[in-house]
């Protein structure tokens, strides 16, 4: 399934002109009600993005966990290595060499300068759309087989959106940003 970003902004606000100043971001299709009714009457529901799947933006991304490759055990390993006829000394130093490289440090996996700095044109982006409609709510949700819920709604001021902000959205928390 897929991550899907939703906003709200609130019925007659000029889509057209917001769509104009933030072009090289913003989608602000319509959309169908694809959440319910958790942003609330008087709004109009709109794509964020460009993007018919939103899987990999930088809205919640410093949220996710990123997936390890299996370790297969050693034990089962060495079995396979002695049954394809290596040498007790060869599977020795395979076992050395393979300590001595899961003992390295590993890459650090945090946020990207890159992913930082696109998160930080959403925000200013989002803050402006925010001044000049007023508000506007977004929702991050993964749509799977589950329903759908909303966990919490927060209020935050747009002088306050910041790219830590869009880094660490959290799915099915809706955020109204107030102008």
């Known amino acids: 399934m897929c991550h899907l970003l939703t906003a709200a902004l609130p019925e007659g606000v000029d889509l057209r002109a917001l ?12 959309r169908a009600r694809a959440t319910g009714r958790v942003f609330g ?9 460009r993007r018919p799947c939103d899987c990999g933006t930088v809205f919640g991304s410093a949220n996710h966990t990123t997936h390890t490759p299996r370790v297969v055990s050693t034990d089962k390993k060495v079995h396979a290595l002695r049954k394809r006829g290596w040498s007790e000394a060869k599977i020795a130093r395979w076992a050395a060499d393979r300590e001595r490289a899961l003992a390295k440090p ?19 982006v989002l803050r402006q759309t925010a001044q000049r409609a007023g508000r506007i709510g977004i929702l991050l949700h993964w749509y799977g087989p589950e329903p759908r819920s909303v966990r919490a709604i927060r ?3 747009a002088e306050d959106v910041d790219a830590a902000l869009i880094l660490h959205l959290e799915e099915d928390v809706v955020m109204w940003i107030e102008g």
């Open 19 to 30: 769509r104009r100043h933030h072009r090289t971001l913003l989608s602000l299709e319509p």
């Open 41 to 49: 009457d008087h709004v109009v529901e709109v794509a964020l993005t």
């Open 106 to 124: 590993q890459p650090d996996r945090s946020t990207t300068g890159a992913q930082v700095e696109l998160a930080q044109r959403w925000a200013d």
């Open 155 to 157: 209020q935050v001021k």
